[in-house]
């Protein structure tokens, strides 16, 4: 029998990017009078190279071939992929997942003390159990939701997990848009919008004002960012829920305004009267490890 490859992801640690790769100068300096603000880098760096440590070794006594692929940037291809696994956080398994079509996605939170990891159900001490079930076709799955963006008709992705941002590129200006959802439309001037899954709707949108949806649901949601009020007009389209097989549009106002997806990672640049549409996708994930009534991370 063929050895089953699994993609394994692996983040760069705050420690590793800029102290050993980078060797900053700065960095160093704070760690050395042990500054609060990089006071858990070592510590987290340590756990996290010994996480990957055991979720290599677990891969090679359980015969798999791992394929090491460091930096949650770098595309790769998971046709010939049993398993995709995540060593880092959340950030890096929504990363990932951009490049995942069909095999399962299994995350590991590599630093528990300092990363946000709700849909990493592993860690050090559970990585074998987990990893010889998820092989063995064992482990319990939840299919979420994702959800396709498209630009002037041209799609972006339809692999977003948790949500896009839409907004100015520059944070502090106002963001102008026209919003069009049925036969609704209105002007608004807000700092931007969240727009997201039921996977996402307890990360930004619920932060801004959002209904935690529950995470089987095929609703998206969008939630406008501190929407600027013209009294005596109120508005009327600053949280929307988009039914399965609809679609919500919004047509820039502003000559440089960005798409956020899923994080910092993947960005699109969108420009004055550009239509953006957002989607129910029809590229589900499955997500090992989690459950429907599994509490969520903010």
């Not at 089953?4 to 060797?23: L, T």
């Not at 060593?87 to 528990?112: C, E, K, M, W």
């Not at 005596?232 to 820039?252: A, H, N, W």
């Not at 090992?288 to 009534?293: K, R």
Request: glycine share 8%; aromatic share 6%; proline share 5%.
């Amino acid at each position: 029998m063929t050895a089953p490859r699994v993609a394994v992801v692996v983040k760069r640690s705050s420690y590793g990017r800029y102290v050993e790769d980078e060797n900053d100068p700065e960095v160093r300096r704070l760690l050395r009078k042990r500054d609060p603000t990089v006071a858990r880098w070592r510590e987290s760096h340590r756990e996290h190279v010994a996480t990957l440590r055991e979720v290599e070794q677990t891969l090679k006594d359980l015969g798999a071939r791992a394929w090491v692929i460091h930096g949650p940037r770098i595309v790769f291809d998971e046709t010939d992929v049993a398993l995709v696994v995540t060593v880092g956080g959340d950030g890096t398994l929504l990363a990932a997942s951009h490049h995942v079509a069909r095999a399962p996605i299994l995350g590991v939170n590599s630093s528990p003390g300092s990363s946000v990891g709700f849909f990493c159900v592993a860690h050090r001490g559970t990585v074998r159990s987990l990893l010889q079930q998820a092989l063995a076709g064992r482990l319990r799955r939840l299919r979420l939701a994702r959800m396709c963006a498209r630009l002037n008709g041209r799609v972006v992705s339809r692999r977003v997990l948790n949500e896009v941002l839409f907004c100015h590129e520059t944070p502090a200006a106002a963001s102008r848009y026209i919003l069009h959802y049925g036969k609704r439309e209105e002007t608004q001037v807000s700092s931007g919008f969240w727009i997201g899954t039921a996977a996402g709707s307890t990360g930004a949108t619920r932060s801004a004002g959002g209904k935690v949806l529950p995470l089987t649901s095929e609703r998206l949601q969008l939630v406008v960012r501190e929407p600027f009020r013209r009294e005596p007009r109120p508005l009327r389209m600053t949280r929307i829920e988009v039914e399965p097989g609809r679609e919500i549009v919004v047509q820039s106002k502003m000559r440089d305004a960005r798409l956020f997806l899923d994080g910092p990672f993947q960005r699109a640049t969108v420009r004055l009267g550009d239509k953006v549409s957002f989607s129910l996708s029809d590229e589900p994930i499955d997500v090992l490890g989690l459950t429907a009534s599994r509490g969520r991370r903010r």
